[in-house]
């Protein structure tokens, strides 16, 4: 039974923190993203509660991505970058040097797309 998808897009619109230190164009994107793959989890959740818990892990796995492109973009951010990629167990290639932020965010959300569950 699909759950109700309004409180969940709710929820994710609500937090602040999907969106900190980005840019406004990596900002819509990662939005886009979470919305997106919050209603396709809605429309295939089990139950309320499975819902929820999916979209929970989104946002979280969201605000990691956002720090990750935050921090690769900032000068001598690199290194913390790898380190939170490591941490996250992010299994997108890293960029092989310096990329404008829209464009590292646009390649993360399509390999995302691309791999999904990864």
């Known amino acids: 039974m699909p759950t109700s998808?309004?409180?969940l897009l709710r929820f994710v619109l609500r937090d602040e923190a999907l969106t900190r230190g980005l840019g406004d164009v990596e900002a819509r994107m990662l939005i886009e993203?979470?919305?997106?793959?919050?209603e396709l989890?809605?429309?295939?959740?089990?139950?309320?509660?499975?819902a929820w818990s999916c979209v929970r892990r989104l946002c979280r796995?969201?605000?990691?991505i956002?720090?990750?492109?935050?921090l690769w973009c900032e000068?001598?951010?690199?290194g913390a970058a790898a380190q939170?990629?490591?941490?996250?167990?992010?299994?997108?290639p890293l960029p092989p040097g310096p990329v404008?932020?829209?464009?590292?965010?646009?390649?993360?959300?399509?390999?995302?797309?691309?791999?999904?569950?990864?």
Request: proline share 7%; aromatic share 10%.
């Open 41 to 50: 989890l809605a429309e295939a959740a089990r139950s309320e509660d499975d």
């Open 61 to 64: 796995r969201a605000r990691a």
């Open 75 to 78: 000068p001598g951010g690199q």
């Open 84 to 92: 939170l990629a490591a941490a996250e167990r992010f299994a997108w």
């Open 100 to 118: 404008e932020a829209p464009d590292l965010m646009h390649h993360i959300l399509t390999w995302e797309n691309q791999h999904p569950g990864k």
């Open 5 to 7: 998808c309004d409180p």
């Open 33 to 38: 993203w979470v919305t997106d793959w919050t």
């Open 66 to 70: 956002g720090r990750f492109v935050q």
